[in-house]
Antibody, heavy 123, light 113 residues
Framework: QVYLQQSGPGQVKPAETLSLTCTVF?????????WGWIRQPPGKRLEYIGS???????HFNPSLKSRVALSVDKSENRFSLKLSSVAAADTAVYHC????????????????WGQGTLVTVSS | DIVLTQSPDSLGVSLGERATINCKSR???????????LAWYQHKPGQPPKLLIY???TRASGVPDRFSGSGSGTDFTLTISSLQAEDVAVYYC??????????FGQGTRLDIK
């Protein structure tokens, strides 16, 4: 049973960097999947942010790519998201996800999800 | 971007009855490999979303067989053959045809009538 546990602050100031971490239990992050992030602003649709393979290969939503950094910590079996220069529009519930990928060409669908973290951008 | 439109936005169905949720794409999700690049998810309050269906009609591991996906091209349907109380949730479709520019439907809220 794969379990994704999220951690990180629930509030970030405008223009600062949002940082979230997802620790994976019950599955090794080096075992064939990509790992990623999806968010849902209040009242809006789910939005794919990006995903990373433990080898370092990444894929991004083109609309967010310039502000997103992803990383993997194999020793701790976890991965992280950094979203820079945040604004009110980045207020959302952020989910980490286990990603079924297209042989490295991009995400297909999302096998398992973290509980979600509400991150509010506010001064 | 590929826009997915779900219908209805909300739905009330009696226990034991059939529930049907539709997802329409502005462009075909049928790839040259004859696969439809569409998935369905269930999101219950207080829980993470759960993958139900992928490739439009393949049930994910552990998903009860009362859930089924159908359709091809631009029109897709998620059917719950006999609604159970635990099926109350919001349901989303998602296309991955245009990966990494994937997109989700707006969601359909399913309640007990």
């Amino acid at each position: 049973q794969v379990y994704l546990q999220q951690s990180g602050p629930g509030q970030v100031k405008p223009a600062e960097t949002l940082s979230l971490t997802c620790t994976v239990f019950g599955f090794s992050i080096t075992n064939g999947y990509f790992w990623g992030w999806i968010r849902q602003p209040p009242g809006k649709r789910l939005e794919y942010i990006g995903s990373i393979h433990y080898s370092g290969t990444t894929h991004f939503n083109p609309s967010l790519k310039s502000r997103v950094a992803l990383s993997v910590d194999k020793s701790e079996n976890r991965f992280s998201l950094k979203l820079s220069s945040v604004a009110a529009a980045d207020t959302a519930v952020y989910h980490c996800v286990q990603v079924r990928e297209n042989g490295g060409y991009g995400p297909y669908f999302f096998d398992n999800w973290g509980q979600g973290t509400l991150v509010t951008v506010s001064s | 971007d590929i826009v997915l439109t779900q219908s209805p936005d909300s739905l009330g169905v009696s226990l034991g009855e059939r529930a049907t949720i539709n997802c329409k794409s502005r462009q075909s999700l049928l790839f040259t490999n004859n696969k439809n690049y569409l998935a369905w998810y269930q999101h219950k309050p207080g829980q993470p979303p759960k993958l139900l269906i992928y490739w439009a009609s393949t049930r994910a591991s552990g998903v009860p067989d009362r859930f089924s996906g159908s359709g091809s091209g631009t029109d897709f349907t998620l059917t719950i053959s006999s609604l159970q109380a635990e099926d109350v949730a919001v349901y989303y479709c998602q296309q991955y045809y245009s990966t990494p520019a994937i997109s989700f439907g707006q969601g359909t809220r399913l309640d007990i009538k």
